[in-house]
């Protein structure tokens, strides 16, 4: 029980996945309530033990080992990840680039993207571009490298670059 005023370790009613799957009709997925509170309380930390978990939902630590590996075994984790606050070691400058490619090129494009360092997420996306870069730069002139240099490739026409410069809510996986 928290002390009034002290604030308390968030728990999985205050997980988003509780507001998008806990109000259906659970038999439509692959899993039931018991499932969608422990993978809440995985997001929120993915280090907290079988044993805090079990604590936490009022279970035992067999019971959530066995829905953890089933949960892994369907494909529902993925995995497991540990999120860096850049900013408390560089200047990171985080972009969002646009880039329209030709459609005869685009597989090459993607694949040549892809495998850049400072880029940690490419989406296919509708409109004139038709791909969008998130990049992770350690500084301006990195960025400037990338767009310059990097992408002055065969199949891409045009790029537009967004440069982020706060992260009211932002997306820890992506680093900003």
Known sequence: ??????????GPEDCDLMERWGTKDLKLLPLDLMDIRILCLLKQNSRRTNSEV??????????????????????IITGFSTYINYPMMENTVKAYVQVEARQDAL????ETVSRHKRIVAVYRVTGKANLLLVGLFTSMADLQS?????????GVVETATQIVMSAPKGVPWTGL
């Open 1 to 10: 029980m928290a002390i009034e005023g002290t604030p308390r370790e968030a």
């Open 54 to 75: 079990a604590q936490l939902l009022g279970s035992t630590e067999a019971t959530i080992r066995r829905r953890i590996q089933r949960l892994i075994h369907k494909n």
């Open 107 to 110: 597989p090459a494009v993607v």
């Open 146 to 154: 990338f767009i310059d240099e990097y992408l002055k490739m065969d």
